[in-house]
């Protein structure tokens, strides 16, 4: 079971940056999905997430209206599309896999991440 994480780099802000998620070995299409992040000497953070057929969406206030989640079942992979970014999106981003079976969210498998710096 695998996650890889890309699209990574370096960014003005202002511009635009789509980050992908690889699934193997994971039943994609049976789990919601979700992105977060890690900014340098920070927790990491919920950046959004996704439903199972990809008609749902939830984004955390910070990025709400500037990214959005998308996924490709057929293709097992999860986007990011990230707009109008600012320096404090500066982060390693992760995607993750919810496979609970309870109903609350239970994100048990990680990617590995992929760093997004914004330079002002």
């Known amino acids: 079971v695998q996650l890889q994480a890309s699209g990574g780099g370096l960014v003005r802000a202002g511009n635009s940056l789509r980050l992908s998620c690889a699934a193997s070995g994971l039943a994609f299409s049976s789990y919601p999905m979700g992105w977060f992040r890690q900014a340098p000497g920070k927790n990491r953070e919920f950046v959004g997430r996704?439903?199972?057929?990809?008609?749902?969406?939830s984004y955390a206030d910070s990025v709400k209206g500037r990214f959005t989640i998308s996924r490709d079942n057929a293709e097992n992979t999860l986007y990011l599309q990230m707009k109008s970014l600012k320096p404090e999106d500066t982060a390693v981003y992760y995607c993750?896999?919810?496979?609970?079976?309870?109903?609350?969210?239970?994100?048990?498998?990680w990617g590995q991440g992929t760093l997004v710096t914004v330079s002002s």
């Open positions: 996704i439903s199972i057929y990809g008609d749902y969406t």
């Open positions: 993750a896999a919810d496979r609970s079976i309870t109903g609350i969210p239970n994100y048990d498998v």
